[in-house]
């Protein structure tokens, strides 16, 4: 059996030095951060990519979207995704299937959602030709959408065959799906677990379009997503990397939560 490798993604504090930031998480245990995004902002990327490399760390994709007909240039991604030494490239963000969180309070109607669908199947050939997985990384409301009954996520499933996923467990289990069950239908099309768990409860965001209701996040494994039974299907898909979020945090602190999370997934057996 071939283990996950553990990767970390967000829990960067305010007013904390990113790369500082990331010496502890490699000091941990872990072996990947996932967005590479934050190099691209300063004056040197390679610079700041051969520094996290030098910890032990290494970026595992790059952000991108099609939101609102935007179209990124494929040149330019990979370009960038071959200084960071990465082969995947993430859809985060969107808007057509990602309605509920973004600028907008109004579903979107289908063939606005469609044309998104139909992008991302573009960009994915498009990708593929140079090494470069694309991936779309799932929410709750991909899944309560519906178009004459099918949820959004599986129309994406099935019109943009070669876009991979990123499934995010926590935010599967929120909608009421089973996510062990999800990566199995899924199988070899998982490139990435995204280990989010939440606790009874809820919280909001404030979003430009007013509060958003999110689950009450918890340190992953401590809360009601049984990770076990979702690293066992990600192993048997074949699936390297599981990376842990957290977006709120209320009684640990965040290194107390990376912690703790590296700490249950590794006694799991199935992440190293």
């Given at each position: 059996?071939?283990?996950?490798?553990?990767?970390?993604?967000?829990?960067?504090p305010?007013?904390?030095?990113?790369?500082?930031?990331?010496?502890?998480?490699?000091?941990?245990g872990y072996s990947?951060?996932?967005?590479?995004?934050?190099?691209?902002t300063?004056?040197?990327?390679?610079a700041?990519?051969?520094r996290?490399h030098?910890?032990?760390?290494?970026?595992?994709a790059?952000?991108?979207?099609v939101?609102?007909?935007?179209?990124?240039?494929?040149?330019?991604?990979?370009?960038?995704a071959r200084?960071a030494d990465?082969?995947?490239?993430?859809?985060?963000?969107?808007g057509?299937?990602?309605?509920?969180f973004?600028?907008?309070?109004?579903?979107?109607?289908?063939?606005?959602?469609m044309l998104?669908?139909?992008?991302?199947?573009?960009?994915?050939?498009?990708?593929g030709?140079?090494g470069?997985?694309?991936?779309?990384?799932?929410?709750?409301?991909?899944?309560?959408?519906?178009?004459n009954?099918v949820?959004l996520?599986?129309?994406?499933?099935?019109k943009?065959?070669h876009v991979k996923f990123?499934?995010?467990?926590?935010?599967?289990h929120?909608?009421g799906?089973?996510?062990?069950?999800?990566?199995?239908?899924?199988?070899?099309?998982?490139?990435i677990?995204?280990?989010k768990?939440?606790?009874?409860?809820e919280?909001?965001?404030?979003?430009?379009?007013?509060?958003?209701?999110?689950?009450?996040?918890t340190?992953?494994?401590?809360?009601l997503?049984d990770?076990e039974?979702c690293f066992?299907?990600g192993?048997d898909?074949?699936v390297?990397?599981a990376?842990?979020e957290?977006d709120?945090l209320?009684?640990?602190?965040?290194?107390?939560?990376?912690?703790?999370?590296?700490?249950?997934?590794?006694?799991?057996?199935?992440?190293?």
């Amino acid at each position: 059996m071939e283990k996950m490798k553990a990767g970390v993604t967000g829990f960067m504090p305010k007013d904390v030095d990113y790369l500082e930031q990331l010496q502890k998480y490699a000091k941990l245990g872990y072996s990947y951060y996932e967005n590479a995004r934050y190099a691209f902002t300063q004056p040197d990327p390679k610079a700041v990519i051969d520094r996290v490399h030098d910890m032990g760390l290494k970026y595992l994709a790059l952000g991108t979207t099609v939101h609102k007909g935007a179209y990124p240039d494929v040149k330019e991604l990979v370009r960038q995704a071959r200084i960071a030494d990465v082969h995947m490239v993430g859809m985060y963000h969107s808007g057509a299937t990602f309605w509920r969180f973004a600028d907008r309070p109004d579903l979107p109607e289908y063939d606005e959602a469609m044309l998104e669908i139909e992008n991302m199947e573009k960009l994915a050939v498009e990708l593929g030709k140079e090494g470069i997985d694309f991936f779309f990384h799932n929410h709750d409301q991909e899944f309560r959408t519906t178009y004459n009954g099918v949820p959004l996520f599986w129309m994406i499933a099935a019109k943009a065959e070669h876009v991979k996923f990123e499934v995010d467990l926590g935010w599967v289990h929120y909608a009421g799906w089973d996510p062990a069950q999800l990566i199995r239908q899924l199988g070899d099309r998982v490139v990435i677990l995204h280990v989010k768990d939440y606790t009874r409860g809820e919280n909001c965001e404030n979003k430009p379009t007013g509060k958003v209701i999110v689950p009450r996040y918890t340190t992953p494994g401590t809360g009601l997503v049984d990770l076990e039974a979702c690293f066992h299907a990600g192993v048997d898909a074949g699936v390297k990397y599981a990376v842990i979020e957290q977006d709120m945090l209320y009684h640990l602190s965040t290194e107390e939560s990376v912690r703790t999370a590296y700490a249950i997934m590794k006694e799991t057996g199935y992440v190293e």
